[in-house]
């Protein structure tokens, strides 16, 4: 197969470089549920307005929010906030990464999983994506090696016709979801910052994540409005994806510690080709923050631009 996409009555369909594609049921455009104008209740126990305290989880990840020492966040340079105060703090922009990505159609389910380190500041990482058995056709594969950077993907050991040693580079802003599912992994900032489209929150609990007390948010957000609130950096491949999905809405459950920091969010994706709707639940778990991030893209030279076999 070759790296391409395709777009067709109002649908959308992505034919990307990894064998996941098939497995994400990619090929499809997006039939999710939901609307409903702003509404959040606000989050007494914490003391923060729910809807807020979502929407900034990109910032304070990016360095761009501080934080009060009551676990408030304050957007710099934008309305939310004013300037930061002696008890302010910027929290540390970097962290590791574990992803799962899981599809059930027909009956099947299968699970991608992904680990490594993510940059928030400068958005860019490193993460090592493993696919499940039979997923392409075959028994093993070897762990497919993901660069993440602001409207690029690059893999390594994508699969059939590619040499070893060279890279395969897709532009996320031409995919049809704005590579939200077609890597088998959502980047990790566009999944913090689909959460400035939330247009339904509540807040459902206190609770405990790997011994981190976190808030437990459930809610809506709008892909569209998303894609109109995040950084120019981030815009070209939401902005994809608000066009090529049928509805642009999707529900997430998101933990944010008492820093306002995004700890761990679950975003569900559902899609309808012309077979069985296929549900597609992607989590993002976020720890280890100000771990050092090492991310070298490749050189032109290192890139494979021919044909991609499909297994």
Excluded at 50 to 58: N, T
Excluded at 196 to 217: C, D, F, K, N, S
Aim: aromatic share 4%.
């Amino acid at each position: 197969m070759v790296v391409q996409q395709h777009r067709s009555g109002g649908g959308a369909r992505a034919l990307c470089a990894l064998a996941v594609v098939g497995v994400m049921a990619a090929t499809a455009g997006c039939a999710g549920g939901g609307g409903g104008g702003d509404r959040a209740m606000a989050d007494e126990r914490g003391g923060a307005d729910s809807l807020d305290a979502v929407r900034r989880a990109a910032a304070v990840l990016a360095g761009t929010a501080t934080v009060t020492g009551r676990g408030t966040a304050t957007v710099s340079g934008s309305a939310h906030g004013a300037e930061a105060g002696a008890g302010d703090r910027i929290v540390a922009t970097s962290a590791e990464v574990r992803t799962s990505m899981e599809t059930a159609a027909g009956g099947t389910r299968v699970t991608i999983r992904g680990r490594g380190t993510y940059d928030f500041r400068h958005r860019t990482g490193r993460l090592t994506v493993v696919l499940p058995k039979d997923a392409a056709g075959e028994d093993e594969h070897r762990p497919i090696i993901e660069l993440l950077a602001p409207g690029a993907l690059y893999m390594m050991n994508r699969g059939a016709g590619v040499p070893e040693d060279k890279w395969v580079r897709v532009d996320t802003t031409t995919l049809a979801d704005g590579n939200l599912v077609t890597g088998g992994v959502t980047d990790p900032m566009a999944a913090a910052e689909l959460l400035l489209g939330a247009r339904q929150v509540t807040y459902v609990e206190r609770t405990e994540l790997a011994g981190v007390t976190v808030r437990h948010y459930r809610g809506v957000s709008d892909i569209g409005r998303a894609a109109r609130e995040v950084s120019p950096e981030s815009r070209g491949a939401l902005a994809a994806a608000a066009k090529g999905f049928r509805t642009r809405t999707v529900p997430f459950d998101a933990y944010l510690d008492e820093q306002g920091r995004l700890r761990k969010v679950r975003h569900r994706f559902s899609f309808a080709n012309e077979g069985p709707a296929v549900e597609v639940v992607s989590t993002t778990l976020l720890y280890g923050f100000g771990v050092p991030v090492s991310v070298r893209l490749p050189d032109d030279s290192d890139i494979y631009t021919g044909e991609i076999r499909q297994r």
